[in-house]
T-cell receptor, first 115, second 113 residues
Framework: NAGVTQTPKFRILKIGQSMTLQCAQD?????MYWYRQDPGMGLKLIYY???????DKGEVPNGYNVSRSTTEDFPLRLELAAPSQTSVYFC??????????????FGAGTRLSVL | DAKTTQPNSMESNEEEPVHLPCNHS???????IHWYRQLPSQGPEYVIH???SNVNNRMASLAIAEDRKSSTLILHRATLRDAAVYYC??????????????FGQGTILTVHP
């Protein structure tokens, strides 16, 4: 059971380039999330999805796009990379129990530098 | 969201118990208290959660104050693998079901051999 798998693990982009961060989960979870973590800080929610075809913005969505065509996959797209997007990106998934008991499972992260 | 206060850092020796406090004085009566931890260069990992009663699982115990304004995560015998940043996160029972996690600064736990 792989859990949440993120690719790539590391990436360096030039300003203005685009890329897609991949996230896949094999736990049949309904809910998926993208967070970013800047050095020395806690995680901030970028986007989330409550099921295939349904996505919504989190706290810091500007500069990112997402799609959810299948239950398993939740890619994050950066269209015009900027230095402010240098961060570690984490994908997470959960069953979506609701009622405050929702437990999230995280991937190992993608370390992105924009130069 | 309820505001939390945790010590910036704590230290422990291996095989000794560790008590990690969290103050959440603005918590509502329907908020669950979740704890996650983040080992170096890894994603966060769920540890435990509770509402009112003390909770135990294979990783840790959670002691919740009677007035629910604070809680303590207890690692009964710290190991080197427990060195991590520990986050205390209230989650509303009556809020959106997607269960947004709001991460603060957390407590950096150092475990000495």
């Amino acid at each position: 059971n792989a859990g949440v798998t993120q690719t790539p693990k590391f990436r360096i982009l030039k300003i203005g380039q685009s890329m897609t961060l991949q996230c896949a989960q094999d736990m049949n979870h309904n809910y998926m999330y993208w967070y970013r973590q800047d050095p020395g800080m806690g995680l901030k929610l970028i986007y989330y999805s409550v099921g295939a075809g349904i996505t919504d913005k989190g706290e810091v969505p500007n500069g990112y796009n997402v799609s959810r065509s299948t239950t398993e996959d939740f890619p994050l797209r950066l269209e015009l990379a900027a230095p402010s997007q240098t961060s570690v990106y984490f994908c997470a998934s959960s069953y979506g129990e609701g009622g405050g008991t929702n437990i999230q499972y995280f991937g190992a992260g993608t370390r992105l530098s924009v130069l | 969201d309820a505001k939390t206060t945790q010590p910036n850092s704590m230290e422990s020796n291996e095989e000794e118990p560790v008590h990690l406090p969290c103050n959440h004085s603005t918590i509502s009566g329907t908020d669950y208290i979740h704890w996650y931890r983040q080992l170096p260069s890894q994603g966060p990992e769920y540890v435990i959660h509770g509402l009112t009663s003390n909770v135990n699982n294979r990783m840790a115990s959670l002691a919740i104050a009677e007035d629910r304004k604070s809680s303590t995560l207890i690692l009964h015998r710290a190991t080197l693998r427990d060195a991590a940043v520990y986050y205390c996160i209230p989650i509303s029972r009556g809020g959106t079901s997607y269960g947004k996690l709001t991460f603060g600064q957390g407590t950096i736990l150092t475990v000495h051999p």
